[in-house]
């Protein structure tokens, strides 16, 4: 044997060696993590984007923090409250990147442990630095206390919309927008068409920015145990310093972690240990043995062909595919399970790609009963998708409905010519061989096509809701042209059955499948989750053709019929 050949050897030897080293240390502590001690004081880290459902991964302790998913929250927290291990439950809020419907569901689950006698305590660095806090403050209000670093602030200011308008930017570059759409309310076009709100949209955005207040006010009043009235008073007088902040009582205590650990917990005359919810979830999920109920999750934009993440910086996001889901319907079919959950969170899409599915969750529903569960955003397209469910279930926060549609292009003919010196011959086969184009404005003859095919979505979007609410044609359409509504709103408008998160969704479909209210089931979700080795493939072996084509949609002026739903970003921090 050579010297080289012997070198490979050794080296082969020692890469074996720190692999199978490597093996016995996630197997390790993947075992001792499995004992949940009696004396437990569950931890629970709560920060950054809350996903609807992450998927494991073996090597997860490795490579740093995995996010903490809603699915997670509700596992551990639902177990919590009747687990006689747990004596207290700390929880550390961040800064957080979530819908205000994903916030109150939190805030539910916290307040379930709290009712179920366990001590709940939350802790802040801070509610926003140099930022609005109404976010993480909401989330830990659910505490029965509430503790805030001696420097931190708690930035309670309330919900403030801000909404770009770009056409005056178009008319500098001399692009010309043209975007019909059916309703005063469909407001997605208005970024392009105009330079600031419009009646109608000024008016939509105050009842939801009003609406999304009013429930704000109400958990933190709840929480704390305040009059609402009092609460509403808080919020005008906002931001605090913590000193401020304590003497309102927004806060019970000035304190750094580690030292409110200790002496809340671990520090006693019996001595609390520490668990994680991460830890306290690989001892053992709540036991889901039982009845199958399906849960099918979508997500992101609704465009055909499969789901995945687009990089795109104008229309990037996740993606909710159409042959993804309507897969994972098929699945839930040849399954067995006796009931569905349809977990939507989406603010629409492309109408093709939103009936596919939609058909494909009808066929579902005639062979077991469908329960639609709204998360953030069901709106445009993300409210098509539900008609034809046994049952709507939205949370208060939720913003849905969107019943419209609008498409339309940029003329860019003079932007080319009169800023880069670029002119185009043209030559047409047929009058309207352009008229997808990105160059002149339209005729007034290809306008009324275009219109033609407006009017047949919004008629078909008309037919699905009615059939699907039981209400007359007329009766949507007075709701509908694009109205946004909060899912306490759709309720009082009859677009939804009942307001509530999940689990309340998991109550009708108990129901539905002639379960009994505490009968054993088994949540099986559709599709996977993708793992992070399958989103890094995604985004690397995708993204270069993604971004071109997504480019070549901005470059061209065209915009896909019907958009996604455009809200001026309504935020709660």
Not at 449 to 477: E, H, P, T
Not at 544 to 561: H, K, P, S, Y
């Amino acid at each position: 044997m050579t010297s080289r050949s012997k070198a490979w050897v050794a080296v082969g030897a020692v890469l074996m060696v720190l692999g199978l080293g490597l093996l016995a240390i996630i197997l390790g502590t993947r075992y001792a993590t499995r004992h949940v001690p009696g004396n437990t004081l569950l931890t629970v880290g709560i920060s950054g984007p809350i996903p609807e459902m992450t998927a494991d991964s073996p090597f997860g302790d490795f490579l740093g923090p995995r996010l903490v998913s809603r699915q997670d929250l509700r596992d551990g927290l639902v177990q919590a409250a009747s687990d006689p291990r747990v004596q207290k439950v700390f929880v550390k809020v961040g800064d957080l990147e979530a819908g205000f419907a994903t916030i109150q569901e939190i805030h539910a689950l916290l307040q379930k442990v709290r009712e179920a006698g366990k001590e709940t305590y939350a802790y802040l660095d801070t509610a926003g630095e140099f930022s609005p806090g109404n976010t993480p403050y909401f989330v830990a209000s659910a505490c029965q206390k509430v503790v805030l670093n001696p420097l931190g602030d708690i930035n309670l200011t309330g919900v403030a919309v801000r909404s770009p308008f770009i056409r005056g930017t178009l008319d500098k570059l001399e692009i010309e927008p043209d975007f019909p759409g059916i309703g005063d309310y469909k407001t997605a076009r208005f970024l392009y068409t105009q330079k600031e709100f419009t009646p109608a949209h000024r008016e939509m955005m105050q009842w939801l920015l009003d609406s999304i207040t009013r429930q704000m006010v109400a958990g933190i009043a709840s929480g704390r145990r305040m009059d609402p009235k009092q609460v509403e008073r808080l919020v005008q007088g906002g931001p605090y310093l913590g000193p401020d902040a304590l003497r309102a009582k927004l806060v019970d205590e000035l304190n750094d972690w580690e030292t409110f650990v200790e002496e809340n917990g671990t520090n006693q005359a019996r001595k609390l240990e520490r668990v994680s919810l991460r830890r306290y979830l690989r001892a053992g999920r709540p036991d889901r043995s039982g009845t199958e109920i399906a849960v099918v999750v979508a997500e992101g934009t609704i465009l055909r062909g499969e789901s995945g993440f687009s990089p795109a910086p104008i229309f990037g996001g996740d993606v909710m595919g159409a042959d993804t889901i309507s897969r994972a319907f098929q699945q839930v079919r040849d399954s067995g399970a006796k009931a569905l959950i349809f977990r939507i969170n989406s603010p629409g899409g492309s109408a093709v790609a939103s009936e596919i599915i939609r058909a494909e969750m009808v066929r579902t529903a005639k062979e077991i009963p469908v329960v639609v569960s709204m998360g953030d955003v069901a709106a445009s397209g993300g409210y098509w998708i539900t008609c034809g469910a046994k049952r709507i279930v939205a949370d208060p926060g939720t913003i849905t409905a969107s019943i419209g549609v609008f498409g339309g292009h940029l003329a860019m003919a003079r932007f080319w010519e009169d800023k880069l010196g670029i002119t185009w011959g043209k030559l047409d086969g047929a009058p309207n061989a352009a008229i997808y184009g990105s160059l002149d404005p339209w005729t007034p003859e290809q306008k009324a096509a275009v219109q033609k095919f407006l009017d047949r979505i919004y008629d078909r979007f008309l037919q699905n809701v009615s059939a699907s609410r039981n209400m007359s044609r007329d009766a949507v359409d007075a709701i509908g042209r694009g109205r946004v509504f909060t899912g306490e709103q759709a309720k009082e408008r009859g677009l939804v059955d009942a307001v509530g998160g999940f689990d309340a969704a998991l109550v009708a479909a108990r129901e539905l499948a002639g379960l009994k209210p505490d009968a054993p089931v088994e949540l099986t979700f559709y599709p996977q989750a993708r793992s992070i080795w399958q989103r890094l493939l995604e985004r690397s072996d995708d993204a270069d053709a993604r971004i071109e084509a997504m480019l070549r949609e901005v470059l061209a002026g065209r915009v896909v019929t019907p958009g996604p739903v455009w809200l001026a970003p309504i935020r709660i921090q």
